[in-house]
């Protein structure tokens, strides 16, 4: 069974740092591409990041582009977002999502989510 746990979210302040871990399992990590999507209240939700894995390919959305970064630790099973630089409009709840055949920030192209973790940037 694919599960995708994410942890790491919490309070900061503006210009503050988080680390963002999500924990798979039930599947090869680098079989499927990877993506780091978010939903503030009221709004849809929207890509921030994506990986491929097979070639290290990474892409930003424009509004965290230089402020954040994803990463993997294939032998651990786990997808990291350091976000650097925390903004107010930053304020969502953060997802860890997989896709076997897209790479891209478009919702729609992510076959599992995890659960969500609440990052809050006070200013």
């Known amino acids: 069974e694919v599960q995708l746990v994410e942890s790491g979210g919490g309070l900061v302040q503006t210009g503050g740092s988080l680390r963002l871990s999500c924990a798979a399992s039930?599947?090869?990590?680098?079989?499927?591409?990877i993506g780091w999507l978010r939903q503030a209240p009221g709004d849809s939700r929207e890509g921030v990041s994506c990986l491929s894995p097979s070639d290290g390919a990474k892409f930003y959305s424009g509004a965290v582009e230089g402020r954040f970064t994803i990463s993997t630790d294939n032998d651990k099973n786990m997808v990291y977002l350091q976000m650097n630089n925390l903004q107010p409009e930053d304020t969502a709840v953060y997802y860890c999502?997989?896709?076997?055949?897209?790479?891209?920030?478009?919702?729609?192209?992510?076959?599992?989510w995890g659960q969500g973790t609440q990052v809050t940037v006070s200013s």
């Open positions: 039930g599947f090869t990590l680098t079989d499927y591409y």
């Open positions: 999502a997989i896709s076997r055949s897209n790479y891209g920030l478009g919702p729609d192209l992510y076959d599992y």
